[in-house]
């Protein structure tokens, strides 16, 4: 199979392009979906839905983690009051340290500061989503 948005192969069993982060279910054709918790107009003057664009910076950040062989499960994607919040869980047997020493790294993907935080049964990495839309290539 090959990446709708940048052409590069994916390899049977991969979630996500190697290559550019977009999920593989993505490029599957999109079910009806239900109620978003996505404010609209995100993205101005683009060709993606903004939807579209939250789940592929969520690729981004899922495939942050692959590289350094720790694995992470996106729960939950939302935007309040013009931060977009990407909740996860750790994958089985991913001990806080590993998801920790990533902080600095999931600022440098992003090019923006992005906090990660702690919380009931996971992790919240917030990004202010107007410098988000300006340093992402989309």
Avoid: W
Wanted: hydrophobic fraction near 40%.
């Amino acid at each position: 199979m090959f990446c709708k948005n940048c052409g590069s192969e994916i390899l049977d069993g991969y979630k996500f392009c190697m290559n550019c982060g977009t999920p593989v279910e993505a490029l599957k054709k999109p079910e009806p979906a239900e109620e978003s918790t996505i404010e609209p107009a995100i993205i101005e003057n683009s060709e993606i839905s903004d939807e579209e664009f939250l789940q592929r910076i969520a690729g981004r950040l899922v495939h942050l983690y692959e590289i350094y062989g720790t694995v992470i499960v996106i729960r939950d994607i939302r935007v309040r009051e013009g931060i977009a919040q990407f909740f996860f869980v750790p994958g089985p047997g991913v001990r806080d340290k590993a998801i920790r020493r990533h902080e600095l790294d999931i600022t440098l993907l992003f090019k923006v500061n992005a906090t990660l935080t702690q919380t009931n049964g996971g992790y919240l990495v917030s990004v202010p989503l107007e410098l988000l839309k300006y340093y992402q290539l989309i």
